[in-house]
């Protein structure tokens, strides 16, 4: 059945609910992710350690790549930049 122009944009407006859902849930993830990031580094500081593992990050930065491609790698990175803070620099 075809839609109607008025059914079609109240499609658009309801899948525009759910996106905006499912952009708070990716907020808040991303929040989550900072949380348990920034423990890991404050542990490894306290212990001598330095604030960033690179090593650690190329294994965090993969999955995205293989799942997402060249943007995959620099949501990964921008994921990485927010847990870190933006004034870490070793
Ligand atoms: O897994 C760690 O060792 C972390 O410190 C967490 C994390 C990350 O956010 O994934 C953050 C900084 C490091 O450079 C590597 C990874």
């Known amino acids: 059945m ?4 008025s059914t079609a ?3 658009v407006s309801a899948l525009r609910d759910q996106l905006d859902l ?4 990716i907020r808040a993830l991303v929040e989550r992710r900072r949380d348990l990031s920034r423990e890991v580094q404050r542990t490894r500081m306290l212990t ?3 604030r960033t593992d690179f ?6 930065i993969s999955p995205y790549t293989e799942s997402f491609g060249r943007q ?3 949501i990964a990175m921008a994921l990485l930049e927010i ?7 070793r």
Not at 22 to 25: G, P, Q, R, Y
Request: net charge negative.
């Open 9 to 11: 944009l109240a499609d």
């Open 55 to 60: 090593t650690r990050e190329m294994r965090v």
């Open 83 to 89: 847990c870190r803070g933006a004034s870490a620099s």
């Open 2 to 5: 075809a839609h109607t122009e």
């Open 48 to 50: 001598g350690g330095t």
């Open 22 to 25: 499912v952009d708070a849930e």
């Open 72 to 74: 995959g790698t620099a």
